[in-house]
């Protein structure tokens, strides 16, 4: 503890202007590849979470599983902005969060399906799955713990005197958890290179952020913390990737934490044993026509002529491609060992 204690940053000298807090820059301004590139990966988390969907009503998929459909944006925007070594943890809505890292659609599917192969051999699930080759530290299902341990990855950063940043995601819900406000003291107490990012999508399990939250501008959560916040609109790939730049410095920059509340929104309910009849069907219908982040980029490509309906429907079967064979890989590869019951575990 003593050697964590010399290495944590000192505070700004007495007089120091402290840095302008920043403000949510305009959507970025995308070139072909880039557009490209965003629909390809939110197609793939798409279809990905439509065929976890399929094979769980065919019971191939058990327990918990929790679909990021509709809000693909946030994690390929935000993926856009990284460079290597940087850090990604979440919540149990995390699938989309794998693929963006780049994670093998046959491991994680293989794990939705409880296989040897999966990315935690089968004995994770939906909701823990991990990869310290790719920097992804999970998948939590206990609701806001990975706040506290994306604070954690943070202060190893700070530590070892890299410039690597940790992306915590948690959502609107566990923003009223305990642990989440003591970890944005210690953040930023130590300025530590963390990236706080709370995918609002309106709904906490089945309660309204307007029943649940006091504050519900979550930009402002880390206000009495000094830990500055922006407002994005987490269903345009561009206004993600934009605030993923300013975060990313900002950070890297030695400012501390800083918060995104990224406005998304779940097109399916909280999880799969949710009839999500709290809200109605045209409010989702709403959002799917306006809003959708997939359409966006495809009518921004058809309009500026740099991909037509063929060749984004070749993309849509290659991607479509993918999924089909990480499901067949899952539904036959093999089932875990009985003795891996006894692995990964402190005696």
Excluded at 64 to 82: D, N, P, R, S, W
Excluded at 247 to 254: L, Q, Y
């Amino acid at each position: 503890m003593a050697a964590a204690a010399k290495k944590a940053p000192t505070k700004s000298k007495a007089g120091a202007k402290p840095p302008s807090a920043p403000t949510t820059p305009k959507p970025a301004d995308f070139n072909k590849e880039q557009e490209l590139e965003a629909y390809r990966g939110m197609l793939l988390i798409r279809r990905f979470e439509e065929k976890a969907g399929q094979l769980y009503g065919m019971g191939f998929i058990g327990g918990f599983c929790h679909l990021y459909i509709g809000q693909e944006a946030v994690v390929t925007g935000m993926k856009m902005g990284l460079i290597d070594g940087d850090q990604m943890i979440t919540a149990y809505r995390d699938h989309g969060h794998m693929l963006a890292m780049d994670l093998s659609p046959r491991g994680v599917m293989a794990e939705l399906t409880g296989r040897e192969a999966g990315l935690s051999k089968g004995k994770g699930g939906s909701m823990h799955m991990f990869s310290k080759e790719k920097h992804f530290y999970g998948g939590h299902g206990i609701v806001g713990a990975q706040v506290s341990l994306g604070t954690g990855l943070a202060f190893a950063n700070r530590y070892r005197g890299n410039k690597n940043v940790s992306l915590t995601y948690f959502g609107d819900g566990a923003a009223n958890q305990g642990q989440v406000y003591e970890s944005f003291n210690m953040a930023s107490l130590w300025k530590l290179p963390v990236i706080y990012i709370i995918e609002n999508n309106r709904y906490a399990m089945g309660t309204s952020v307007t029943r649940s939250s006091a504050e519900t501008d979550f930009s402002h959560r880390g206000a009495s913390f000094k830990i500055p916040g922006m407002k994005v609109d987490g269903m345009d790939v561009r206004a993600v990737k934009a605030a993923a730049d300013v975060a990313t410095e900002w950070c890297r920059s030695g400012e501390g934490p800083i918060i995104l509340e990224m406005q998304t929104y779940r097109y399916r309910g909280h999880s799969m044993s949710d009839p999500a009849k709290y809200r109605s069907k045209d409010e989702v219908q709403k959002m799917r026509s306006e809003h959708d982040p997939i359409e966006q980029v495809k009518a921004r490509l058809i309009e500026k002529k740099w991909a037509d309906e063929n060749e984004l429907k070749a993309i849509d079967k290659e991607v479509r491609d993918i999924v089909a064979d990480s499901a067949e890989f899952a539904q036959t590869a093999s089932e875990p060992d009985a003795s891996e019951l006894w692995t990964d575990i402190t005696h």
